[in-house]
Nanobody, 119 residues
Framework: VQLQASGGGLGQPGGSLRLSCAAS????????VGWYRQVPGEQRELVAT???????DYKNFVKDRYTISRDNARDTVYLQMNRLKPEDTAVYYC??????????????WGQGTLVTVSS
């Protein structure tokens, strides 16, 4: 199983970036997907999740700014990031996993893509 994240780079404060995560095989189908981010020296934190049915959930610090979506036919998940802030700077990771009740448990990880928000 491979997850390939892409789309990171330099974003302007107030600007937008879109991350993509492509999976080999059909690992996304029937399961949940989560995007995480990690700042060096800090713990990896969950940003957003999406269920196999397309139900989404966001952490408060990205709510109303980020949108997670999935294209099951392409085995790809996206993270649209709008109204970027400097504190969004981090390495972003996609994951494939499952939900147990309301909790998401990652099982596979992508390699991470760096997002830098700076003017």
């Amino acid at each position: 199983v491979q997850l390939q994240a892409s789309g990171g780079g330099l974003g302007q404060p107030g600007g937008s970036l879109r991350l993509s995560c492509a999976a080999s095989g059909s690992i996304f189908r029937g399961g949940g997907v989560g995007w995480y981010r990690q700042v060096p020296g800090e713990q990896r934190e969950l940003v957003a999740t999406i269920t196999s049915a397309g139900n989404t959930d966001y952490k408060n610090f990205v709510k109303d700014r980020y949108t997670i979506s999935r294209d099951n036919a392409r085995d790809t998940v996206y993270l649209q990031m709008n109204r970027l802030k400097p504190e969004d700077t981090a390495v972003y990771y996609c994951s494939a996993g499952r939900f147990v009740g309301a909790y998401y448990y990652p099982a596979y990880w992508g390699q991470g893509t760096l997002v830098t928000v700076s003017s």
